[in-house]
């Protein structure tokens, strides 16, 4: 028998049949309904755009990070299978279909892992390209962590 889903229910399934929300629930402690209706889940991490805090919440595409200053800051971020806040390294294309990110350089490796703090974090081909480091606040781009005071784990530059 068909049975029509409430919105909030179908959002409930579709989360789960993602495992890595299950991740998400378990570092949280806490239950997809718990969350759904209260409508978020504290987290550790700072908004970018006012630097307020960030609240899990989930949508049907799965777990993102929401600030609490919603619907004054429209702050969100992407989040991986553990919960930690990911970076989308957006392609653009040049009139000619060609990618403008020609290059990505890894410089930390599991061998020799390569660390800055804030006042070190390189500017790569004169702000025309991006460094990405992992950082006690995710993974971000050179910008996001000098913004953020941040150092960390120099990954990669992207140019
Ligand atoms: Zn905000």
Redesign the pocket.
């Known amino acids: 028998m068909l049975q029509a889903l409430q919105p909030s229910q179908r959002k409930v399934l579709d989360a789960r049949n993602n495992l890595a929300e299950f991740y998400v629930l378990a570092r949280l402690g806490t239950s997809l309904e718990k969350l759904d209706h209260a409508g978020g889940a504290p987290s550790p991490y700072k908004?970018e755009?006012?630097?307020?805090a960030m609240l899990y919440r989930i949508s049907k595409n799965g777990f993102f990070l929401s600030?609490t200053?919603y619907p004054e800051?429209d702050?969100t971020k992407p989040v991986d299978k553990q919960g930690k806040p990911t970076l989308r390294v957006v392609l653009k294309y040049a009139h000619g279909g060609q990618p403008v990110i020609r290059e990505l350089q890894r410089v930390s490796s599991p061998g020799l892992r390569k660390y800055v703090g804030c006042g070190e974090i390189p500017r790569v081909r004169n702000g025309l390209g991006m460094a990405i480091l992992s950082t006690s606040q995710g993974v971000m781009s050179d910008q996001q962590a000098r913004k953020s005071n941040t150092g960390g784990e120099l990954l990669a530059f992207v140019w």
Do not use: N
Not at 49 to 52: D, H, L, N, T, V
């Open positions: 908004c755009k006012c630097g307020g600030c200053g800051c702050g």
